[in-house]
């Protein structure tokens, strides 16, 4: 959509500064077109090399993204805050929110027994001096990487798989360089990626991970790092297959120059076994969060890798943030440690697993192909994003437009299954065929 935002300035950076204020005001809204550059031009008596500078500045610094015919357009997710009104856009009101891509907070495990055994053992308060990793969240997590293969010496805490990726890219890479991504991918790093001034160079994946020949191409092309998501791959639900891994790792054995970063966000979660990639290269990450298993809201990954990957990361924290509270670190391995938890986390694994298949059993009783190999994702390829979301939304649910987790691959919507219950699966499944196959005359065009 065209926005109606007046856009001032007679510089460039004047110009972005009017760009920025408009997104933080919420006058600009992610996907808002901003005006071609010979129009805002005009209207502002400035030449339109000043407008394409100020488009140029902004482009860096992912706030908005040029796209051929498309033009310009405020990205998704900006790196500047919205006011608390403009945040995230809502569900259309009284439709059923399929988009959101998060676990069921049903299906999350309670905080509140661990917190207040916590309460009782925390001991005196920690200072700066005594932080850092906690050695005991440490010698746990070493042992669940190492029962999956990941050799994990050497390791550290983010705040979440994202704070972990971005350390990652930002200790290896500088603006401009590329990095190779799903394509399609999470969105959420699509928007780190552009935030960070770097260049998405998109590969394909099938159900068993990235496509061989697309990430020699991607590697062809020079990138810096690649990022792989080990299973559950937001959107499409692809795992990595052993077989999948093996030659991913031959191609890539030995690249001295290549950052490679796995994202194992599943993590308890998944039915499939993790394949792990990490060593294949020198320089190596494999990160897992305990957001989709545990809560969001924890905050936490675990980071493995190299001597010098690691110690980046953990360094540039240093000098930052500082660590992950140790009052966190404690509380996961709480949880970690609680048969309990453990229990419930795999009746969610089970729940999930069934919602999934339920769906694309659903599907494909109408005759839609879905996919969702694993995670609590269904990818659906559709003729046209734009007129299936609409459709779904005027049938009651809300889908989210592929568009988000696309660089260059078709359009699809992505279906999150997390919190479907059984009922839901048919008439969801009705309303999807109906709205990728509308009704209307058939054998007879005008
Ligand atoms: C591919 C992927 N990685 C990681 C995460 C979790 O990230 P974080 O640990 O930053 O919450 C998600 C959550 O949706 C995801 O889809």
Not at 115 to 141: C, S
Not at 191 to 214: H, I, K, Q, T
Request: aromatic residues 4%.
């Amino acid at each position: 959509m065209a926005a109606h935002y007046q856009i001032l300035g007679s510089t460039s950076a004047a110009i972005s500064a009017s760009v920025e204020t408009g997104i933080r005001s919420g006058a600009l809204a992610a996907g808002d077109a901003l005006p071609p550059v010979r129009a805002l031009a005009t209207a502002l008596a400035v030449s339109p090399a000043t407008v394409a500078r100020a488009y140029q500045e902004l482009r860096q610094r992912g706030l908005v993204v040029t796209a051929g015919r498309h033009g310009t357009r405020v990205r998704p997710r900006p790196p500047v805050a919205p006011r608390r009104a403009a945040r995230a856009p809502a569900p259309a009101p009284g439709t059923r929110d399929v988009s959101h891509g998060q676990p069921d907070p049903r299906l999350l495990p309670p905080f509140g027994p661990h917190l207040a055994a916590l309460a009782d053992t925390v001991g005196p308060p920690v200072g700066y001096a005594t932080t850092g990793v906690h050695p005991a969240l440490a010698e746990a997590a070493r042992s669940r990487l190492a029962a999956d293969g990941v050799p994990a010496d050497e390791l550290t805490v983010t705040g979440g798989a994202l704070d972990g990726i971005e350390r990652l890219l930002a200790t290896h890479l500088r603006p401009g360089d590329a990095v190779g991504l799903e394509d399609p991918g999470w969105a959420n790093l699509l928007d780190l990626v552009a935030a960070l001034g770097l260049r998405p160079v998109g590969f394909p994946v099938d159900e068993e991970g990235p496509v061989v020949c697309g990430v020699r191409d991607a590697v062809a092309l020079g990138v810096r790092a690649l990022v792989v998501t080990s299973r559950a791959q937001n959107p499409t639900g692809a795992a990595v297959s052993a077989d999948r891994a093996g030659e991913l790792r031959a191609l890539l054995a030995g690249r001295p120059d290549l950052l490679l970063i796995e994202d194992d966000h599943a993590a308890e979660l998944s039915r499939l076994p993790v394949h792990p990639l990490a060593g294949a290269t020198p320089t190596w990450a494999f990160v897992r969060s305990v957001s989709k298993p545990y809560g969001p809201d924890l905050r936490l990954a675990v980071l493995a890798g190299d001597e010098v990957t690691v110690s980046r990361v953990a360094g540039r924290a240093r000098v930052g943030a500082g660590w992950v509270s140790t009052v966190l670190q404690r509380l996961v391995l709480s949880l970690w440690r609680d048969p309990a938890t453990t229990a419930l986390v795999d009746r969610a694994a089970d729940a999930y697993e069934r919602r999934r298949r339920g769906l694309l059993a659903a599907l494909a009783d109408r005759g839609v192909a879905g996919h969702g190999r694993s995670g609590i994702n269904v990818w659906l390829p559709v003729p046209d994003e734009t007129a299936t979301v609409t459709a779904l939304r005027d049938a009651g649910w809300s889908v989210a437009p592929g568009g988000l987790s696309r660089l260059g691959s078709p359009p699809a919507v992505r279906i999150t299954v997390s919190a479907l219950d059984d009922a839901d699966l048919v008439p969801l499944a009705d309303a999807v065929a109906a709205a990728v196959r509308p009704a209307g005359p058939v054998g007879f065009t005008a």
